[in-house]
């Protein structure tokens, strides 16, 4: 499986966030609460859900989300030369997920 993209809205501590995965070996780093282990959540929630990854969406909305606003995440990526995306919501009242 080849990474490509991840946006990330109101996900935990990304406000809005687009990255881009170039070819290779890929490296993130940064400090403390900079978001490294946010990515890896994002990209295990949106492949096999919440229960891989926290109890409940609800834990995965950025708590400075304005009222009305969806936590939501999509993952661009290739398997064997595939392209596929997937895409997940939740609503600001912690409904349940929708895989797209």
Do not use: H
């Amino acid at each position: 499986m080849k990474l490509r993209r991840l946006r990330l809205s109101w996900f935990r501590g990304f406000e809005d966030a687009d990255i881009r995965f170039g070819d290779g070996l890929q490296v993130i780093i940064g400090g403390n609460g900079a978001g490294k282990s946010t990515i890896l959540e994002a990209v295990t929630w949106l492949l096999w859900g919440a229960g891989a990854v926290r109890r409940s969406e609800a834990s995965l909305r950025s708590l400075t989300a304005p009222p009305g606003s969806a936590t939501a995440a999509t993952l661009d990526f290739e398997v064997e030369g595939d392209a596929y995306t997937v895409m997940r919501t939740v609503d600001d009242a912690g409904g349940s997920a929708r895989l797209c």
